[in-house]
């Protein structure tokens, strides 16, 4: 009985085979007159079939959809079928390069990248990094502009317009509006804001969600659940619902990653939430960015006299710099020597040398960096991938960046980010 289940199963096999052989013989006579519609159906079945010829018919299934595609469906049929070969285990990089040209030529750039995304993860291919690296940087400039602008904030950016602040998302869109004298950054589902004589906190939609008490006459950037007020002339920590800490000092930086820039007795070190020091008051300052953060991936750096010092960990490493801006949540630092503008590690080592006139940390694998008048983005590799075309530059975050244009500061977003924007 298995002698003849096994027979019939050959026999079986070799009739499917034959038949699907025939199959494609009959739409190669069809295409080769250019019949293309007829060879569709043919094509169809003879892929449905599962022998060693499968994926011919595949491929020259593909060859008649790309032939129809100005044909309504056809682009889905076509679409559908590299979808189909992408999910194989054992897939070559070349169907994803495919898929990825595809959707590159039809203004798909997005679909373009999650393809090559997954063919790098799935292949390691050499050739879809390199195509992958030379369209993730494609962006879009926003018609929305504004007189002044901060860094982004997560996925806020505290914006300007005719001498008063708001928040907007980071593509560019009002979030809160520009009405108040200052606002701090937006975190923890709210803003500190300063209207008159009044600082108190608003929600996402501008209601008013706690007042601060008398006396407050500055305030900081909020993060962490913290933020720096100014009580007559001490700066004191307070919570994001504006309660005081008992703590005071003559300046107090933002937090980030649970520590801030802080001053007393004339001198700078790095404290914790709860006050405690990181790093001792003893040095000449703390190197902070715009929003006033100076810790990220457990590095500071110090000011001694005219030079600036990397501390890891609590810990000085020895070699100065001129200048510096702390790291980002990611990738490496700006620093200067010599008059140019260089990039370091966590480890104090150079990474790419110093060639720019300026330069901004990384943030999102790419850092802002000035060539003569302008400003363009480099990528971990120290490559141009946007080219200096902006009167000043700010750091990536969510997909955005901050640019200044003759229109004042707009907002560009890369392809791969365009729809993820937004809280």
Same mark, same amino acid.
């Given at each position: 009985?298995?002698?003849?289940?096994?027979?019939?199963?050959?026999? @079986?096999?070799?009739?499917?085979?034959?038949?699907?052989?025939?199959?494609?013989?009959?739409?190669?006579?069809?295409? /080769?007159?250019?019949?293309?519609?007829?060879?569709?159906?043919?094509?169809?079945?003879?892929? !449905?079939?599962?022998?060693?010829?499968?994926?011919?018919?595949?491929?020259?299934?593909?060859?008649?959809?790309?032939?129809?595609?100005?044909?309504? !469906?056809?682009?889905?049929?076509?679409?559908?079928?590299?979808?189909?070969?992408? /999910?194989?285990?054992?897939?070559?990089?070349?169907?994803?390069?495919?898929?990825?040209?595809?959707?590159?030529?039809? /203004?798909?750039?997005?679909?373009?990248?999650?393809?090559?995304?997954?063919?790098?993860?799935?292949?390691?291919?050499?050739?879809? +990094?390199?195509?992958?690296?030379? /369209?993730?940087?494609?962006?879009?400039?926003?018609?929305?502009?504004?007189?002044?602008?901060?860094?982004?904030?997560?996925?806020?950016?505290?914006?300007?317009?005719?001498?008063?602040?708001?928040?907007?998302?980071?593509?560019?869109?009002?979030?809160?509006?520009?009405?108040?004298?200052?606002?701090?950054?937006?975190?923890?589902?709210?803003?500190?804001?300063?209207?008159?004589?009044?600082?108190?906190?608003?929600?996402?939609? @501008?209601?008013?969600?706690?007042?601060?008490?008398?006396?407050?006459?500055?305030?900081?950037?909020?993060?962490?659940?913290?933020?720096?007020?100014?009580?007559?002339?001490?700066?004191?920590?307070?919570?994001?619902?504006?309660?005081?800490?008992?703590?005071?000092?003559?300046?107090? !930086?933002?937090?980030?990653?649970?520590?801030?820039?802080?001053?007393?007795?004339?001198?700078?070190?790095?404290?914790?939430?709860?006050?405690?020091?990181?790093?001792?008051?003893?040095?000449?300052? +703390?190197?902070?960015?715009?929003?006033?953060?100076?810790?990220?991936?457990?590095?500071?750096?110090?000011?001694?006299?005219?030079?600036?010092?990397?501390?890891?960990?609590?810990?000085?490493?020895?070699?100065?710099?001129?200048?510096?801006?702390?790291?980002?949540?990611?990738?490496?630092?700006?620093?200067?020597?010599?008059?140019?503008?260089?990039?370091?590690?966590?480890?104090?080592?150079?990474?790419?040398?110093?060639?720019?006139?300026?330069?901004?940390?990384?943030?999102?694998?790419?850092?802002?960096?000035?060539?003569?008048?302008?400003?363009?983005?480099?990528?971990?590799?120290?490559?141009?991938?946007?080219?200096?075309?902006?009167?000043?530059?700010?750091?990536?975050?969510?997909?955005?960046?901050?640019?200044?244009?003759?229109?004042?500061?707009?907002?560009?977003?890369?392809?791969?980010?365009?729809?993820?924007?937004?809280?």
């Amino acid at each position: 009985m298995l002698l003849t289940l096994s027979w019939f199963a050959a026999i @079986n096999t070799k009739s499917t085979t034959e038949k699907q052989l025939e199959l494609m013989r009959q739409a190669a006579v069809l295409t /080769s007159y250019n019949i293309y519609i007829r060879a569709v159906p043919l094509l169809e079945e003879a892929a !449905g079939y599962n022998t060693k010829y499968t994926v011919t018919a595949e491929n020259e299934l593909k060859l008649v959809y790309i032939a129809l595609l100005d044909n309504r !469906g056809f682009p889905r049929k076509y679409t559908g079928l590299l979808e189909k070969q992408m /999910s194989r285990r054992d897939v070559p990089a070349d169907i994803f390069a495919e898929a990825a040209d595809y959707y590159m030529k039809t /203004s798909k750039t997005q679909d373009a990248l999650a393809v090559l995304r997954k063919g790098i993860e799935k292949t390691g291919s050499s050739e879809l +990094v390199s195509m992958y690296e030379s /369209s993730r940087y494609s962006y879009e400039l926003s018609r929305i502009s504004y007189e002044k602008v901060t860094a982004i904030y997560k996925s806020t950016v505290q914006v300007c317009n005719d001498g008063l602040w708001g928040i907007a998302k980071t593509d560019g869109t009002v979030m809160i509006p520009c009405e108040y004298e200052k606002v701090s950054t937006f975190s923890s589902n709210r803003a500190i804001v300063k209207k008159g004589d009044e600082v108190y906190a608003v929600d996402r939609n @501008n209601n008013r969600i706690a007042v601060a008490g008398n006396g407050v006459r500055d305030f900081g950037n909020l993060a962490d659940n913290r933020i720096p007020l100014l009580i007559e002339n001490s700066w004191r920590r307070a919570s994001e619902e504006l309660e005081l800490g008992a703590s005071a000092f003559e300046e107090l !930086g933002m937090y980030s990653g649970g520590y801030a820039a802080a001053k007393v007795n004339g001198k700078w070190g790095v404290v914790d939430k709860a006050s405690r020091w990181l790093i001792p008051a003893e040095y000449d300052g +703390v190197v902070q960015d715009e929003l006033g953060r100076c810790y990220a991936r457990g590095t500071v750096f110090m000011r001694k006299g005219s030079s600036v010092y990397l501390f890891l960990g609590g810990k000085q490493i020895e070699e100065a710099f001129d200048d510096a801006l702390p790291f980002c949540d990611e990738g490496y630092a700006a620093v200067k020597r010599n008059g140019k503008w260089g990039f370091i590690d966590t480890d104090g080592h150079l990474k790419i040398q110093y060639i720019f006139d300026d330069a901004l940390s990384f943030g999102q694998h790419m850092a802002a960096v000035k060539t003569g008048d302008l400003w363009g983005y480099i990528n971990i590799n120290g490559f141009i991938v946007i080219d200096a075309l902006f009167y000043d530059a700010k750091s990536f975050s969510n997909g955005s960046a901050p640019v200044l244009t003759e229109r004042g500061w707009q907002f560009i977003t890369l392809i791969e980010y365009k729809q993820e924007v937004g809280l």
